[in-house]
């Protein structure tokens, strides 16, 4: 079973600053990787899919980028409302979580 | 608009059952596999179970297998949960979420309802 590994848990920083999330495969996935922001009390979005691909309504500031075990979600200039969890998913695996906060 | 509506949560006992629905709509639901999906209280995402677009086949998580059964009905655009032998562990929001591609088993979610809170407690 494939594992994925977030890091950081918890990332601080400030609107209009760039966010780097990573997520680390226990194996290989390809690019079968995906990425969701979850605000409280509210449900998952879906934000990349396959690595890099940005979902329907999905800010340009968001990218995803990497290949085999070694995955990134980029927020290129943080907006007030960005401050979240993000979780990445391949199959049924989803990484623990990284809290983004101001 | 694509939209997925739990409902069915509440409080139970330990030991009880319960069953969940996700009623579809704004897309032919008999094109698209779905999932369940939980998060307990503070907690992160714990997939439970698939089921094909013809509910042919399912898949659960060692987690719930032998006591949560998915199921759907194609005639009515509802997915199911029975959830049975209930465990305080259980306690979460239950969350139903569409596969991202047609007839595709395996892939990204989207979209995913807003979900229905089970608690668990004696």
């Known amino acids: 079973e494939i594992v994925l590994t977030q890091s950081p848990g918890t990332l601080s920083l400030s609107p209009g600053e760039r966010a780097t999330l990573s997520c680390r495969a226990s194996?290989?996935?390809?690019?079968?990787l995906a990425w969701y922001q979850q605000k409280p009390g509210q449900a998952p979005r879906l934000l990349i899919y396959?690595?890099?691909n940005r979902a329907t309504g999905i800010p340009a500031r968001f990218s995803g980028s990497g290949s085999g075990t070694d995955f990134t979600l980029t927020i290129s200039s943080l907006e007030p409302e960005d401050f979240a969890v993000y979780y990445c998913?391949?199959?049924?695996?989803f990484g623990q979580g990284t809290r983004l906060e101001i | 608009q694509v939209l997925l509506v739990e409902s069915g949560g509440g409080a139970v006992q330990p030991g009880r059952s319960l069953r969940l629905s996700c009623e579809a709509s704004?897309?032919?639901?008999?094109?698209?596999?779905l999932n369940w999906v939980r998060q307990g209280p503070g907690k992160g995402l714990e997939w439970l179970s698939l089921i094909s677009d013809d509910g042919t086949r399912t898949y659960s998580a060692d987690s719930v297998k032998g006591r949560f059964t998915i199921s759907r009905d194609n005639s009515k655009n509802i997915l199911y949960l029975q959830m049975n032998s209930l465990t305080i562990d259980d306690t979460a929001v239950y969350y139903c979420a569409r596969m991202g591609v047609p007839g595709a088993i395996l892939g990204w979610f989207d979209p995913w309802g807003q979900g229905t809170l089970v608690t668990v407690s004696s």
């Open positions: 396959d690595a890099s």
């Open positions: 998913q391949q199959r049924t695996t």
């Open positions: 194996q290989s996935i390809n690019r079968y």
């Open positions: 704004g897309f032919t639901f008999s094109h698209y596999a």
